[in-house]
């Protein structure tokens, strides 16, 4: 990687449909502390509410056994189904100055389920922070708990 900027990505196949993973991420995210316990323990809409665009939740999660939290403004594009979470501010800016998880989903093209294209794109506050793989690998540890919660039920 050169400099401080990057991007950081992981494709995770999963067997739920892509409009109900979609969904989920776009309106329903309440439903993911249920969905991924050992990821997220809260999400609690700041302003707005669950499904309009421009607003803000905070969330509190646990990564590589660190309690942290995170406040954003959600964009999501149906025709492309890709939820984008800006971040605004949390635990992560402290090193890193920029940062933006992007959930999309797509129905496989061949037989049933979806894949899930998971990345960060993100501004490091220095050259010894580490790339953020542990939070891609976070989301794809998500992305199979909700699309385990999504097919039961």
């Known amino acids: 990687m050169a400099g401080l900027t990057g991007k950081v990505e992981k494709e995770v196949e999963i067997h739920a ?3 109900k993973f979609y969904k989920l991420w776009k309106s329903e995210c309440f439903h993911l502390p249920t969905a991924s316990p050992s990821n997220i323990q809260g999400v609690e809409v700041h302003e707005g509410d669950w499904e309009s665009a421009g607003s803000i939740k905070i969330w509190k999660y646990t990564v590589e056994g660190r309690a942290e939290t995170f406040k954003e403004k959600i964009e999501a594009d149906d025709e492309h189904m890709t939820v984008t979470l800006h971040g605004i501010e949390g635990d992560i800016f402290k090193n890193f100055k920029f940062w933006k998880p992007v959930f999309k989903v797509a129905p496989k093209q061949q037989g049933s389920g979806s894949v899930a294209t998971l990345s960060i794109e993100y ?15 976070f989301m794809a540890s998500m992305t199979r708990d909700v699309a385990s919660h999504i097919m039961k039920a």
């Open 17 to 19: 449909p892509a409009e």
């Open 123 to 137: 501004e490091k506050r220095n050259k010894d922070v580490p790339d953020p793989v542990a939070y891609v690998d």
